[in-house]
């Protein structure tokens, strides 16, 4: 009974998912991506799937749109998920993956997009600085995919494929990325998401629940998480190692059925996990960790800095919050036994 108990708190890292907001824009119809802000609590980063323009907004925790960012001489062709992290510079910038290909026609490869991340404001329209554009390409022929992974110390990219039969595949890119030529992704994991009979997503049936749409790695790189239609998929990054994370077991989470999930993203602080869908007025789902640890997220002694320098002050990993749950059930149980052993011995006395 101890070991079960035990692993269902460790399997179930995250409550009940509770609505954070909804969008109030109607020109966010289909968020595919998203992303949390490194400056400001509670504003994410959103964007269009394919047919909008090369923009992407800045929304608050109430859902109104706080501002909207063009990209200047941009396409968006297929924009399918958005992430953080640090330039060459370690400036805390986002990148725009325009990585669809449901046919699987970009024989001149996908495109990454990278702009310096703003300070949300209450600007109507800002057009951002020209971004810098980098082209990868895969080693055996164009796929789809719909996610996108940014290591926030780094840099590294990758991209997980979307394949409506087989193992998605995980390619990573070159530590260095070159602007001015295709960057020739390698192959490094895959993952095996599960049929796990939880409902939602388009109405496909089971395949909801294979198809991977949006991945976040969390502010400190402790943890990767990318998801389904259906559910949540998490698994620890040893060292800066993210490639090595998917061969290890994942905990895997029911997301709440939405119409058609494409975007997950960590909190600022890494203790929480959003989700998005597409759809008018869509909500914004919060999963928050069990027993959280509370406090600044700054570990011991350390000195708070600008949230908007990169990379961010590590933040302490759900595992701690979780080990330290778990250490309350054992304790708990321990003091049952041992009380129950002890009426026994007193019965045994009195007989």
């Known amino acids: 009974m101890l070991a079960a108990l035990l692993t269902a708190l460790l399997l179930a890292p995250y409550g009940d998912p509770q609505v954070a907001f909804r969008f109030t824009d109607p020109r966010i119809r289909e968020s595919s991506g998203l992303v949390s802000s490194s400056i400001v609590d509670g504003v994410v980063f959103t964007h269009n799937d394919s047919g909008d323009e090369a923009r992407f907004f800045a929304v608050g925790s109430d859902g109104r749109t706080l501002a909207t960012y063009v990209l200047p001489k941009v396409q968006a062709r297929d924009w399918e998920d958005i992430a953080r992290g640090p330039d060459e510079q370690g400036r805390s910038s986002l990148w725009i993956g325009d990585i669809g290909d449901n046919n699987a026609v970009r024989e001149n490869g996908i495109l990454v997009h990278r702009v310096r991340e703003p300070r949300p404001g209450n600007d109507k329209t800002v057009s951002t600085e020209a971004p810098t554009s980098f082209r990868l390409r895969y080693p055996d022929g164009p796929r789809d995919a719909e996610t996108l992974l940014v290591h926030p110390r780094t840099a590294r990219l990758y991209v997980v494929t979307k394949p409506l039969a087989g193992q998605p595949r995980v390619y990573a890119a070159p530590p260095r990325l070159d602007g001015t030529a295709p960057n020739v992704l ?84 890494g203790r929480s996990i959003l989700t998005s869908t597409e759809g008018d007025g869509a909500p914004v789902h919060r999963l928050a960790a069990r027993s959280a640890p509370s406090g600044p997220a700054q570990p011991p002694g350390a000195a708070p800095g600008d949230p908007g320098e990169w990379p961010p002050s590590r933040v302490p990993s759900a595992a701690y919050a979780y080990a330290g749950s778990a250490a309350i059930v054992v304790a708990v149980l321990l003091a049952a036994r041992r009380r129950r052993h002890a009426r026994r011995r007193r019965g045994r006395t009195a007989g």
């Open 186 to 269: 390698e192959l490094v994991a895959s993952v095996t998401p599960r049929r796990t009979g939880t409902q939602g997503g388009p109405d496909i049936g089971s395949l909801a629940q294979a198809l991977v749409t949006a991945g976040d790695v969390s502010p400190d790189g402790s943890r990767v998480a990318v998801r389904t239609y259906t559910d949540l998929y998490e698994w620890n990054v040893p060292g800066d190692d993210v490639a090595a994370a998917f061969a290890t077991e994942p905990t895997v989470t029911p997301l709440p059925p939405t119409p058609q999930g494409e975007g997950v993203a960590y909190s600022r602080d």
